[in-house]
């Protein structure tokens, strides 16, 4: 079982930054595949990013390409989504995702993760 829980979202101007953590509780973390997803009213949730669980792998949405960027902790079971150059369009929940157990090295698809947290707030104004 995978408890997570983000924190770090609030509102922001179009152009500044934030920080997303998920903390994840259990003992597989470190061996789990982790995602961030988001969603904006009206919208389905898409994929933003995905690491693998030793870090070394990372996978983008081409929409944040270049202006997010996903890591982890393993040793804090904490995953970070930093986020610069926000723009209005970015503003949506975000959820964190684990995928475990898995052989996967990075997953893109919802229903490729079996935990997810509560979601954060991003709002961007314009």
Do not use: H
Request: hydrophobic content about 35%; glycine content about 10%; overall charge positive.
């Amino acid at each position: 079982q995978v408890q997570l829980v983000e924190s770090g979202g609030g509102l922001v101007q179009a152009g500044d930054s934030l920080r997303l953590s998920c903390a994840a509780s259990g003992r597989t973390f470190s061996s789990s595949v982790m995602g961030w997803f988001r969603q904006a009213p009206g919208k389905e949730r898409e994929f933003v990013a995905a690491i693998s669980w030793s870090g070394g792998s990372t996978y983008y949405a081409d929409y944040v390409k270049g202006r997010f960027t996903i890591s982890r902790d393993n040793a804090k079971n904490t995953v970070y989504l930093q986020m610069n150059s926000l723009k209005a369009e970015d503003t949506a929940v975000y959820y964190c995702a684990a995928r475990t157990p898995t052989r996967a090295v990075v997953a893109v698809t919802p229903r490729e993760y079996g935990y997810w947290g509560q979601g954060t707030q991003v709002t961007v104004s314009s």
